[in-house]
Nanobody, 127 residues
Framework: QVQLVESGGGSVQAGGSLRLSCVVSGETARSYTMGWFRQAPGKEREGVAIIYTGGGSGDYTDSVKGRFTISQGNAKNSLYLQMDSLKPEDTALYYC????????????????????WGQGTQVTVSS
């Protein structure tokens, strides 16, 4: 089985930065589609950034393009989300997610496409 644990959340003022980390354990040799999702109170969970292990550039939701960067550690047992120029609208509980193999391109930002989830790390951005 695969387990994911997020860390790095916290409180920051608008314009600040945070770096989220996701540690992956129990992974197999197969490739994964991995990503970051977030959910704010009263809102649906949305995909933020997606990356493919074994190669591939990151994909981002429009609201974070140019501000967030998704990446993997060289051992591929960790996933990161560098968040710069944070806005109050970024306040949410952020989740790391993984799906063995590939996900259809049009479904990569659908949370139903992912089998494994972390418990989340809170990001709060004040104005």
């Amino acid at each position: 089985q695969v387990q994911l644990v997020e860390s790095g959340g916290g409180s920051v003022q608008a314009g600040g930065s945070l770096r989220l980390s996701c540690v992956v354990s129990g992974e197999t040799a197969r490739s994964y589609t991995m990503g970051w999702f977030r959910q704010a109170p009263g809102k649906e969970r949305e995909g933020v950034a997606i990356i493919y292990t074994g190669g591939g550039s990151g994909d981002y939701t429009d609201s974070v393009k140019g501000r967030f960067t998704i990446s993997q550690g060289n051992a591929k047992n960790s996933l990161y989300l560098q968040m710069d120029s944070l806005k109050p609208e970024d306040t949410a509980l952020y989740y790391c997610a993984a799906e063995p193999g590939g996900v259809a391109p049009m479904q990569t930002f659908d949370d139903a496409s992912y089998s494994y989830w972390g418990q989340g790390t809170q990001v709060t951005v004040s104005s």
